[in-house]
T-cell receptor, first 113, second 115 residues
């Protein structure tokens, strides 16, 4: 089973600061998904990256897929309190996986007003 | 749009009790999943189903059972609850897209404490 390592595990910042969250694996990702989970809710998909070197933007969030498809990053510009939550990366298990995903352990982000 | 609905939202069990966590989806998805989420541990797959009547074990199935009699419903049964089963449980569903992977839609979770 592919292991996904996320860093940092915790991040506490002030409103307006920038931040980057990382997701790494020793294996090549077929694709990578980023989810955000708000307190008391289930995870919600933010983006899927598929091609090595791909960059996707979602308002103030920028997602990058490494050229070798072994790493990905999520960068948030000018963080807001509404960005507070748990950020999870996930990758398909490959083969006949029946849509199963392997999740990283998550990064807990707290943005203070 | 209901999506994935989980009940109950909260539950406290005594050691040795049993309960069923309910999950229903109205998106006609063929795949459904049960996860548990422990602090700092991400999501661990308990059981999954690829369609009515077909289920299989995930990473951490011990102490749990599932059934899938309809496309919509995928209940998770805890028999003889233990403190180690204290966790937040999430149900998810997805549809077959093939290629680079499915999108999973999650319920709001059930917070379970076993005391």
């Amino acid at each position: 089973t592919q292991l996904l390592e996320q860093s940092p595990q915790f991040l506490s910042i002030q409103e307006g600061e920038n931040l980057t969250v990382y997701c790494n694996s020793s294996s090549v990702f077929s694709s990578l998904q980023w989810y955000r989970q708000e307190p008391g809710e289930g995870p919600v998909l933010l983006v899927t990256v598929v091609t090595g070197g791909e960059v996707k933007k979602l308002k103030r969030l920028t997602f990058q897929f490494g050229d070798a498809r072994k790493d990905s990053s999520l960068h948030i510009t000018a963080a807001q309190p509404g960005d507070t939550g748990l950020y999870l990366c996930a990758s398909p298990r490959g083969g006949t996986s029946y849509g199963k995903l392997t999740f990283g352990q998550g990064t807990i982000l707290t943005v203070h007003p | 749009n209901a999506g994935v609905t989980q009940t109950p939202k909260f539950r406290i069990l005594k050691i040795g009790q049993s309960m069923t966590l309910q999950c229903a989806q109205d998106m006609n998805h063929n795949y459904m999943y049960w996860y548990r989420q422990d602090p700092g541990m991400g999501l661990k797959l308990i059981y999954y189903s690829v369609g009515a009547g077909i289920t299989d074990k995930g990473e951490v199935p011990n102490g749990y059972n599932v059934s899938r009699s309809t496309t919509e419903d995928f209940p998770l049964r805890l028999e003889l609850a233990a403190p180690s089963q204290t966790s937040v449980y999430f149900c998810a569903s997805s549809y077959t897209t093939g290629g680079w992977g499915n999108i999973q839609y999650f319920g709001a979770g059930t917070r379970l404490s076993v005391l």
